[in-house]
């Protein structure tokens, strides 16, 4: 088994940066690849960005393209999710999940899930 534990969300104004971590723990050796999804209120789960464990590739939602930005730390356990130019529509709870066996942008592709962290931008 996987634990992950999300922090760093929050209530934040737009603009400016704000970064999400996802610590895992238990059995890390199995990860191939860590992913965040965001959930918003009145709409479905939706990918944000992966990467990869080990070849440290990336994969964006292109809603997030050239404002997030995704990077793990394999010797922590830990992935980060930077967000910059926070917007309104960033608002919605950010969960992180781990994948046993590759980086995808699908939801039901993962094996486990954080709790999530709250994220909400004022205009």
């Known amino acids: 088994q996987v634990q992950l534990v999300e922090s760093g969300g929050g209530l934040v104004q737009a603009g400016g940066s704000l970064r999400l971590s996802c610590a895992a723990s238990?059995?890390?050796?199995?990860?191939?690849?860590m992913g965040w999804f965001r959930h918003a209120l009145g709409k479905e789960r939706e990918f944000v960005a992966a990467?990869?464990?080990?070849?440290?590739?990336?994969n964006y939602a292109d809603s997030v393209k050239g404002r997030f930005t995704i990077s793990r730390d394999n010797a922590k356990n830990t992935v980060s999710l930077q967000i910059n130019s926070r917007k309104p529509e960033d608002t919605a709870v950010y969960y992180c999940a781990a994948d046993e066996s590759y980086s995808s942008s699908r939801p039901y592709e993962y094996d486990y899930w954080g709790q999530g962290t709250q994220v909400t931008v004022s205009s």
């Open positions: 990467i990869s464990w080990r070849a440290r590739s990336t």
């Open positions: 238990g059995r890390t050796f199995t990860i191939s690849a």
